[in-house]
């Protein structure tokens, strides 16, 4: 039994390798290599080889294969190659329905979502093949395991490589240079500062496709308090500034950073808005420099 079914039992060995790699509490850039070659089998090769054979039964008698001559038109019987080329496009369909099916639940498109689903189909599909197999004797399936390759197996094989390699540059070449339109990015921190106070750390990082001038506008309680009228970045580049903040006489700071761009001076182009604590009297009010705590924050 353990011979006839060899090539299942390593199949399901290398599934449960991969559900138990992405239980791991923490992958390095290393780990996340070595994940993701265990992963290669799992998603190429093992859902569709485990469905064609519990679909195709296996026998050393070719006049009971369930898939013959006049059905494929083929000048020879169902062989081991046909159903490795039957596997990889069964696999290949397996994973888009688990990708469309997954994206329904709440779960989504998650590396464990995505490992048990196709552990599942695998393990289901073993057990079926496993079933299946029973009544054939063990030297038949080992017998029908083997295949030969050929000169022209060989040159289809090193041009569909070819193809493969060629579309993965092409796509990368047409990923890099593909117009892209350009943004601006807006943000703004509570800083505390060694003396209890605190203070507003406000940066901006430009993404645009040429140079840019900014003018940015930071409000507290709807009243103006900075004003940087002519913030000027090129491409890639960053501006930060650190803004001391002086406790409210109310017990919420509502701060905004409005900022607009030269060529478009009257629309607000990025806002983003945090709201702080305020507490005390007198010389004795603080503000409470943290998000946590009851304290809210948002951005837009």
Known sequence: ???KNLDLIIGLIVTAINVGWTLLPDHSSYLTIIGIILALPLVFVLPG???TEALFKRSGNSSEDLIRQPALKLERPFKTS???IIGLGLSLALVILSGF???MFSTGLQAFSWVVCLALQTMVFS???A???RSTPASEVRTSRRFKVGLSDY???GLAIIVTLGSFNYAAYIALNQPRPGFTQLWMLPTPQTNNS???LVGVHSSETGPTTYRIVMTINNTQTENWPSVALMPQQDWNQLVPLQPATIDTMNIAVQLYRADKPDAVYRETHITLSSSGSGENRTITCSLNGGTKASSS
């Open 49 to 51: 080889y485990t469905l």
């Open 131 to 133: 079933y299946r197999r």
């Open 101 to 103: 099916i997954l994206n």
């Open 155 to 157: 040159l289809l094989l």
């Open 127 to 129: 057990l079926i093949a």
């Open 198 to 200: 605190c203070s507003m």
């Open 1 to 3: 039994m353990r011979l």
């Open 82 to 84: 046909d159903r490795i």
